[in-house]
């Protein structure tokens, strides 16, 4: 069984501050993580993912993640926000491998405000 | 690429109600998920469909609740005699059979239960 924590339902930061979102996951097998953007009244955008291989990613928008297995975490972080990364945003973890099908399992959301 | 598409956006029922939701995946992606978010949660797996055969279900979905795939394109999912607790963002997905299975969200159908 997989879960997903995201530690902070709401994150406020300024025009070019850093953002760090944080995930920690639970799984009994080696996962698949994801991070996932979701703007008012539409669906989710990916915005990155871990699968095998090096363990910091980027994503689109300047995003970027880093799986630490010691940890059980998948941070997001941006170097530098901009007004237009105010939105909700989702991690999901899933197996690797097995017979999952594929589903995610989510956290519940951080809304993350931008202020000028 | 045109996406995912789900019909219709909004819908507004009154309890007791029976209604259906479309998903149109993109059309070379054999899987396709259905998930049901409620407000201030993470989206939630409904049930899982590989062509045209269901694999999945979660126990969210109950007996008033069907999910079909005709000829793996096209989705419904339909919800009998609906509850206020029905009220939510139902979104679907699908992704290609092979490689990491990434998967590409529609924009959701919002159900509100009156």
């Known amino acids: 069984a997989q879960s997903v924590t995201q530690l902070g339902s709401h994150v406020s930061v300024s025009e070019g501050a850093l953002v760090l979102l944080r995930c920690n996951y639970s799984?009994?097998?080696?996962?698949?993580l994801f991070w996932y953007v979701q703007y008012p009244n539409q669906g989710l955008q990916l915005l990155l993912k871990?699968?095998?291989?090096?363990?910091l990613v980027k994503g689109i928008n300047g995003f970027e993640a880093e799986f630490k297995k010691s940890e059980t975490s998948f941070h997001l972080t941006k170097p530098s926000a901009h007004m237009s990364d105010a939105a909700e945003y989702f991690c999901?973890?899933?197996?690797?491998?097995?017979?999952?099908?594929?589903?995610?399992?989510f956290g519940q959301g951080t809304i993350l405000t931008v202020h000028p | 690429d045109t996406g995912v598409s789900q019909n219709p956006r909004h819908k507004i029922t009154k309890r007791g109600q029976n209604v259906t939701f479309r998903c149109d995946p993109i059309s070379e992606h054999n899987r396709l998920y259905w998930y049901r978010q409620t407000l201030g949660q993470g989206p939630e797996f409904l049930t899982y469909f590989q062509n045209e055969a269901q694999l999945e279900k979660s126990r969210l979905l109950s007996d008033r609740f069907s999910a079909e795939r005709p000829k793996g394109s096209f989705s419904t999912l339909e919800i009998q005699r609906t509850e206020q607790g029905d009220s939510a963002m139902y979104l679907c997905?699908?992704?290609?059979?092979?490689?990491?299975?990434?998967?590409?969200f529609g924009p959701g159908t919002r159900l509100t239960v009156t």
């Open positions: 799984s009994s097998v080696p996962p698949y």
């Open positions: 871990y699968t095998t291989g090096a363990t």
């Open positions: 999901a973890v899933r197996p690797a491998g097995g017979t999952s099908y594929g589903k995610l399992t």
């Open positions: 997905a699908s992704s290609p059979g092979t490689g990491f299975l990434e998967q590409y």
